[in-house]
C-alpha cells in the first residue's frame, strides 16, 4: 500500500484549519498542523512533509519569512494561502520560492486541484519524464537534453528543472515567439492552474544566469503584449 503524502497546514486560524484538515485527511493525506510560524518550521525540519501549505500573516514567524526560510532547506512544494491578493504579495511569495499562490477564500476544490498540480510537477521534477537528448547551441549556450545540463561560455550553468524545460522550450523554438500561455502549457501542463506570473520570475531567473546583462537580454527577449522569443538562431547535434 502506497504511503500517504505528508502535507504541512501552517494556519492560525481555526475556522480555516479544521475544516482544511478534515477534507485533506478525508482525501489520504497524513496532515500535520501548526499554529504558528516557529511551531511550523520546527515541525517541517523534524517531519520533512511532502507539501507546505502556508498562511502569509502568521503570529511569530510571517510566512514570507518562513517560506524563505524553508526553501533554502527543502525542495517539498509550498502553496501560500492569504487574504492578501495584490500582485505584488504574489509576486514577492513566487520570488520567495513559492510553488503556487491562492487567495483566500478559496474553495476546497481548488486547493486540493493545485495541490495535487504541484505534486505532479514535483515527480517531474524527481527525473520521471526524461526528454530525448541531442545538443542545442546558440552563441555561447549549450544545452543537452540528454545529460539535462547547460553551458554558458564553457561553463557549467546549474538550472532548476522548471528553468530547464523553459529554456529547453524557448531553445527549441529558436526565433519564434511563444505565447505566455504556450509557455506555462509546455513547462507546467495544460492542467496547471497556479499564478502565471511565475513564469515571468522564472525568465528572470533564466536571464540572470544566462544573460551578460540581464536587463538588455540577448538570448531571451520580452515580445510585449504576446510573451518570450530566444533571438538567437541554434544548431542542433548529438551529444
Known amino acids: 500500500m502506497p504511503k500517504p503524502v505528508t502535507a ?10 479544521e475544516p482544511l484538515v478534515f477534507g ?10 501548526a499554529t504558528d510560524g516557529k511551531r511550523g518550521l520546527e ?8 507539501i507546505i501549505l502556508l498562511d502569509v500573516m ?6 514570507f519569512t518562513l517560506c524563505r526560510t524553508l526553501r533554502k532547506e527543502t525542495a517539498s512544494p509550498i502553496i501560500m494561502l492569504t487574504a492578501r491578493g495584490h500582485e505584488m504579495d504574489r509576486v514577492m511569495g513566487l520570488e520567495l520560492g513559492a510553488d503556487d499562490y491562492i487567495v483566500k477564500p478559496f474553495s476546497f476544490r481548488e486547493l486540493l ?9 514535483r515527480e517531474l521534477d524527481r527525473g520521471e519524464a526524461v526528454p530525448p537528448g541531442d545538443r542545442i547551441v546558440a552563441g555561447d549556450i549549450a544545452l543537452d537534453r540528454t545529460a539535462r545540463r547547460v553551458w554558458r561560455d564553457g561553463r557549467l550553468v546549474e538550472l532548476r528543472q522548471r528553468e530547464f524545460e523553459l529554456l ?9 515567439a511563444l505565447t505566455r500561455q504556450d509557455l506555462l ?5 495544460e492542467e496547471w492552474v497556479g499564478d502565471p506570473h511565475t513564469l515571468d520570475v522564472h525568465i528572470r531567473w533564466l536571464r540572470e544566469r544566462l544573460e551578460e546583462n540581464p536587463s538588455a537580454p540577448r538570448y531571451i527577449q520580452t515580445v510585449r503584449g504576446y510573451g518570450y522569443r530566444f533571438a538567437e538562431p541554434v544548431a542542433h547535434g548529438t551529444s
Open 58 to 63: 502568521l503570529p511569530g514567524i510571517d510566512g
Open 43 to 50: 515541525t517541517a525540519r523534524a517531519e520533512r512533509p511532502d
Open 8 to 17: 504541512l497546514l501552517v494556519e492560525d486560524d481555526e475556522s480555516i484549519a
Open 24 to 33: 485533506l485527511t478525508r482525501e489520504g493525506f497524513h496532515v500535520l498542523h
Open 185 to 189: 502549457d509546455r513547462v507546467w501542463g
Open 113 to 121: 486541484a493545485r495541490m495535487r498540480a504541484v505534486l505532479r510537477r
Open 168 to 176: 529547453t522550450a524557448l531553445m527549441e523554438s529558436a526565433g519564434a
